[in-house]
């Protein structure tokens, strides 16, 4: 569920230069008690009763700049978010209220720290913020581990891909050596180089049980990794398939290696959704040429990794929603809906960057911007 749908969108915004009387008479209609006070479409400050009270104790003069007797911190978030997020700013601020931003970057609404426990069906005199953000954080790592178990069948179809090729050929050294006996061909040399050939093969599968293992290990601590690395883990896991599929994959990455502090494993799984995705469409829309381009480079003290496919880009309707929870294109294919929001949590909430979505003149363009 999104902040959206507990939110106030009216009585709420005031100008800043409004009157008393207007004040509260805008206080009294919501019936919280306090207002968001704009300047120029964009919000100064939150003013509530106990701010007028104050003031009128000091004997302030309510008619001009009221704003400056307030004393709540602003503090934002968009709208789309889910509500596990404006428990955190609760906590972390000691807030009772979150202005809104919607997808056009507009202050619309506000999300009330009483509606919110309401929606909790909490009592908010025994209300414990630590215990209740610390079921949240276990709800988000549930989630993430549903997330990878959904996308199990696909991973078993990558191994098939990944194992077809190296088991024909290790097929094919068995042949060679039954023809080379029949024939009496078989000597010590041949065999030698016929067995280190299937013990090669057998090394890569092995290595590819390897891949796939590590890849559903989650990671408890922060650790330093190095991008790159983790990039081609993911490229790994899904190389076979898009060999399969005949789509390029292109890889710029900046000269010098870029090192992160985080969950690699996690990071991993974002890459890798964005890379499935890519595919799916790919695939479906028959394109010709079909190409996904993987970019790392650094901008200022951020580091930006771009997944760009020449697929044609997502539908306007929907490219809004796309990190929506359980919003997904392919909910009669067996979609869950949880890949992109998923992606979008372990961004945010693990590696505290941004992941965003935008069309192009060649297709979709997911970006994921991370301080280094």
């Given at each position: 569920?999104?902040?959206?749908?507990?939110?106030?969108?009216?009585?709420?915004?005031?100008?800043?230069?409004?009157?008393?009387?207007?004040?509260?008479?805008?206080?009294?209609?919501?019936?919280?008690?306090?207002?968001?006070?704009?300047?120029?479409?964009?919000?100064?400050?939150?003013?509530?009763?106990?701010?007028?009270?104050?003031?009128?104790?000091?004997?302030?003069?309510?008619?001009?700049?009221?704003?400056?007797?307030?004393?709540?911190?602003?503090?934002?978030?968009n709208e789309n978010s889910p509500i596990e997020f404006a428990i955190k700013l609760f906590s972390k601020h000691n807030i009772r209220r979150i202005v809104l931003v919607n997808q056009?970057?507009?202050?619309?609404?506000?999300?009330?720290?009483?509606?919110?426990?309401?929606?909790?069906?909490?009592?908010?005199?025994?209300?414990?913020?630590?215990?209740?953000?610390?079921?949240?954080?276990?709800?988000?790592?549930?989630?993430?581990?549903?997330?990878?178990?959904?996308?199990?069948?696909?991973?078993?179809?990558?191994?098939?891909?990944?194992?077809?090729?190296?088991?024909?050929?290790?097929?094919?050294?068995?042949?060679?050596?039954?023809?080379?006996?029949?024939?009496?061909?078989?000597?010590?040399?041949?065999?030698?180089?016929?067995?280190?050939?299937?013990?090669?093969?057998?090394?890569?599968?092995?290595?590819?049980?390897?891949?796939?293992?590590?890849?559903?290990?989650?990671?408890?601590?922060?650790?330093?990794?190095?991008?790159?690395?983790?990039?081609?883990?993911?490229?790994?896991?899904?190389?076979?398939?898009?060999?399969?599929?005949?789509?390029?994959?292109?890889?710029?990455?900046?000269?010098?290696?870029?090192?992160?502090?985080?969950?690699?494993?996690?990071?991993?799984?974002?890459?890798?959704?964005?890379?499935?995705?890519?595919?799916?469409?790919?695939?479906?829309?028959?394109?010709?040429?079909?190409?996904?381009?993987?970019?790392?480079?650094?901008?200022?003290?951020?580091?930006?990794?771009?997944?760009?496919?020449?697929?044609?880009?997502?539908?306007?309707?929907?490219?809004?929603?796309?990190?929506?929870?359980?919003?997904?294109?392919?909910?009669?294919?067996?979609?869950?809906?949880?890949?992109?929001?998923?992606?979008?949590?372990?961004?945010?909430?693990?590696?505290?960057?941004?992941?965003?979505?935008?069309?192009?003149?060649?297709?979709?363009?997911?970006?994921?911007?991370?301080?280094?």
């Open positions: 569920m999104s902040l959206k749908q507990i939110a106030n969108y009216k009585d709420f915004f005031i100008d800043y230069k409004a009157s008393l009387k207007e004040v509260t008479a805008t206080m009294n209609r919501n019936g919280n008690g306090s207002v968001v006070l704009i300047k120029k479409g964009f919000p100064i400050a939150i003013l509530t009763q106990s701010d007028i009270i104050n003031a009128l104790g000091q004997q302030g003069n309510l008619s001009e700049n009221i704003y400056e007797y307030s004393t709540q911190e602003i503090i934002s978030a056009e970057q507009h202050f619309c609404g506000v999300v009330l720290q009483e509606r919110l426990f309401n929606h909790l069906g909490e009592d908010i005199d025994n209300f414990n913020m630590e215990q209740e953000v610390e079921k949240r954080l276990e709800k988000e790592y549930f989630l993430m581990q549903q997330s990878k178990l959904a996308t199990m069948g696909e991973m078993i179809g990558h191994i098939a891909h990944q194992w077809r090729q190296p088991l024909a050929e290790l097929g094919g050294v068995f042949m060679n050596l039954d023809s080379a006996y029949e024939f009496d061909e078989l000597d010590r040399k041949y065999l030698k180089e016929k067995v280190k050939n299937g013990n090669e093969l057998i090394k890569y599968m092995s290595n590819t049980i390897d891949d796939f293992r590590n890849f559903f290990v989650p990671n408890r601590d922060k650790e330093l990794f190095e991008l790159s690395k983790y990039i081609q883990s993911a490229i790994n896991i899904i190389e076979a398939t898009l060999t399969y599929h005949h789509i390029k994959i292109e890889i710029v990455t900046p000269p010098k290696p870029v090192y992160i502090l985080g969950y690699p494993s996690e990071f991993s799984q974002v890459i890798l959704n964005l890379l499935n995705n890519a595919k799916d469409v790919l695939v479906e829309r028959e394109i010709e040429h079909p190409t996904i381009k993987i970019e790392t480079k650094r901008i200022s003290e951020e580091v930006v990794i771009s997944v760009l496919d020449n697929a044609g880009g997502i539908n306007k309707k929907i490219i809004k929603e796309i990190f929506d929870i359980y919003f997904s294109t392919k909910m009669n294919k067996g979609g869950t809906g949880l890949g992109l929001y998923m992606s979008k949590l372990i961004i945010e909430t693990k590696l505290k960057g941004k992941i965003s979505v935008c069309n192009t003149k060649m297709g979709a363009k997911f970006s994921i911007m991370l301080n280094e």
